[in-house]
Structures are given as structure tokens and as C-alpha cells.
């Protein structure tokens, strides 16, 4: 069975500072793990995904995340957030493609200014 | 990519009526489209698979005589929650796929009342 655990449920930063969001990820096969972003009353957005090429993945609006087998993470970064970041932001894993997501629980991300 | 509509965006209902959610692609045929569940801090389930002109297939645990779901056509899937109670209040998001094997886009949502 797959699963996703992000860790934190809420996180705040400041304007211009670096946002990470942790992922990790369990799957007995090799994963394809995405990230998706949830403004107020709209759907989920996907952000970046990763499908067993290059480690490095780079997303939407300055979005990038890694993948690490050996951490089974796939946290999430931004050097310099905007205000217009503010969103939930989910995790998730699938092993066909985005045929089937398992998803975790979501972080909200709030932007000081 | 493609633009999923859900409707009504909120519904209030009372114990034991039924309710009927849209989901319907915009700009783009959907042979397969997704049903998901959330709870409130929680994460999406999947619920069901919808496949247009056949049945939908339920995930383990999900009633498939409470929450039917048709899917008639290529722009338009349903879910009915029936015989509504205060359990099922949730929020309700449907997805489609993509022309890419990795792709799939979301509906706004649907928040399910019932009193």
C-alpha cells in the first residue's frame, strides 16, 4: 500500500523567505509523487510532478522539488515566497501515473508580509 | 489543461433526502473522471472511479448503493449521496484525466451539509 505524510499541517514565513514543505512518502514500488496547490475555492492545481527522471524537479511559480529514495521524501521548496502563495498544498503518491493519487493530509501555507 | 466545473458548490440538505453533485469538463471529453472525499484537516480518498458507459468502480470501504455515481456522457459525471445523514457531510471533489498518462485536473469541490 502507498501512503503520504506531510509533516506539519500549518506553516507560516515570511514574505521573501524560503518555504519548504515536507513529504514522505511510502510505496512498495517506485513512486510517481506529485504536488498539488488548493487556493480558496478552486481545485487542486498540480504544481510539479516526479515520474522516475530527473531527481530535480522543477514546478509553477519558482516551485522545485527533490526526490530522495534513501529519505523517501519529496519536500518541497521556494527561495522567495509571495504573498500570493498563501494556499493548501497537498502531497501525493501514485504508482500508475495519476490513475490512482494517494494523498496526504494537506499544509497550509500563510505568508507574512 | 482542462477545466472541471462542479455543481452546486454548497448544498444543505436534511437527514434521510438525497443530493446530487455535478461534475462536467469544460473544454475536454472525459472517458475517466475521479471522485474524492475530504474531510475537514484531512486528506482526499478516492472514492470511485467513473468510466463513461460502464459502472463505477468503488474503492474498498465505499458504498456503491449510497453514493451512486453515472457517467452518461463525456462531459458530464454524477454522484448522488442517498438517504443523506450528517456522516456524509463532507467535501466532495471530482478530477478527470489528461491526454498524459500522468495527468489529472480537479473540480472546485462540493460541501455537502446535512442537518
Known amino acids: 500500500a502507498q501512503s503520504v505524510t506531510q509533516l506539519g499541517s500549518h506553516v507560516s514565513v515570511s514574505e521573501g523567505a524560503l518555504v519548504l514543505l515536507r513529504c514522505n512518502y511510502s510505496s512498495s514500488v517506485p513512486p510517481y509523487l506529485f504536488w498539488y496547490v488548493q487556493y480558496p475555492n478552486q481545485g487542486l492545481q498540480l504544481l510539479l510532478k516526479?515520474?522516475?527522471?530527473?531527481?530535480l524537479v522543477k514546478g509553477i511559480n519558482g516551485f522545485e522539488a527533490e526526490f530522495k529514495k534513501s529519505e523517501t521524501s519529496f519536500h518541497l521548496t521556494k527561495p522567495s515566497a509571495h504573498m500570493s502563495d498563501a494556499a493548501e498544498y497537498f502531497c501525493?503518491?501514485?504508482?500508475?501515473?495519476?490513475?490512482?493519487?494517494?494523498f496526504g493530509q494537506g499544509t497550509r501555507l500563510t505568508i507574512n508580509p | 489543461g482542462a477545466v472541471v466545473s462542479q455543481h452546486p458548490s454548497r448544498v444543505i440538505c436534511k437527514s434521510g433526502t438525497s443530493v446530487k453533485i455535478e461534475c462536467r469538463s469544460l473544454d475536454f471529453q472525459a472517458t475517466t473522471m475521479f471522485w474524492y472525499r475530504q474531510f475537514p484537516k484531512q486528506s482526499l480518498m478516492l472514492m470511485a472511479t467513473?468510466?463513461?458507459?460502464?459502472?463505477?468502480?468503488?474503492e474498498q470501504g465505499v458504498e456503491k448503493d449510497k453514493f451512486l455515481i453515472n457517467h452518461a456522457s463525456l462531459t458530464l459525471s454524477t454522484l448522488t449521496v442517498t438517504s443523506a445523514h450528517p456522516e456524509d457531510s463532507s467535501f466532495y471533489i471530482c478530477s478527470q484525466l489528461g491526454t498524459l498518462p500522468d495527468e489529472q485536473f480537479f473540480g472546485p469541490g462540493t460541501r455537502l451539509t446535512v442537518l
Open positions: 516526479y515520474t522516475s527522471a530527473a531527481t
Open positions: 501525493a503518491v501514485s504508482r500508475q501515473g495519476a490513475q490512482k493519487l494517494v
Open positions: 467513473s468510466n463513461e458507459g460502464s459502472k463505477a468502480t468503488y
